[in-house]
């Protein structure tokens, strides 16, 4: 059974970069055939999915975030890390990490429990 | 358009049927998915694909799709599927989109 586990500061300054860790258990990123995403549900709104990661590296961001998003992968510790530049009040949102297969790469099956990240001074 | 947009809320009887749909340009294109989500949970998926459900998720649960419109159905809806319900699909450009929820109320 896999398992997602986010990982990260929960309170981030404006103007600062959001830094959160994936760490993926009970399967291997390495093994291919799966897309590593992060989504994003703002406090008692819908989701937004942030983008994806390839084990090979290859990377697709959401079009309206793509100038401020990083998502790269560590394969030797099964990680994989979104960095988000330049925050603000916006961003404050429950951030999780999730597995999608295939050519449903954009319906994950298995997600981290997720992580509130605060933006506030 | 890459936008999905559902009902807010919708609410049905214990016992009963009930159908969220969905409705957005991307879904003639692709097919839409379904995720439940329970107040300080991360989402379930509960279909994906043409109509196919991951492996411990009720036969009650069923998904169907027509033109712009995919169709979540529960048939005999219980007390624990009150929750938060989510389509999602891809759009063109390869963006992954999620609906906006529906509510969902089992009286």
């Known amino acids: 059974q896999v398992q997602l586990q986010e990982s990260g500061p929960g309170l981030v300054k404006p103007s600062q970069t959001l830094s959160l860790t994936c760490t993926v258990s009970g399967g291997s990123i390495s093994s291919g055939g799966y897309y590593w995403s992060w989504i994003r549900q703002h406090p008692g709104k819908g989701l937004e999915w942030i983008g994806y990661i390839y084990y090979s590296g290859s990377t697709y961001y959401n079009p309206s975030l793509k100038s401020r998003v990083t998502i790269s992968v560590d394969t030797s510790k099964n990680q994989f890390s979104l960095k988000l530049s330049s925050v603000t009040a916006a961003d404050t949102a429950v951030y999780y990490c999730a597995r999608g297969a295939g050519s449903s790469w954009y319906s994950p099956d298995y997600w981290g429990q997720g992580t509130l990240v605060t933006v506030s001074s | 358009s890459s936008e999905l947009t559902q009902d807010p809320a919708v609410s049905v009887a214990l016992g009963q049927t009930v159908r969220i749909t969905c409705q957005g340009d991307s879904l003639r294109s692709y097919y839409a998915s379904w995720y439940q989500q329970k107040p300080g949970q991360a989402p379930v998926l509960v279909i994906y694909?043409?109509?196919n459900r991951p492996s411990g998720i009720p036969d009650r649960f069923s998904g169907s799709s027509s033109g712009n419109t995919a169709s979540l159905t529960i048939t005999g809806a219980q007390a624990e599927d009150e929750a938060d319900y989510y389509c999602n699909s891809r759009d063109s450009s390869g963006t992954g989109v999620f609906g906006g929820g529906t509510k969902l109320t089992v009286l």
């Open positions: 694909g043409k109509n």
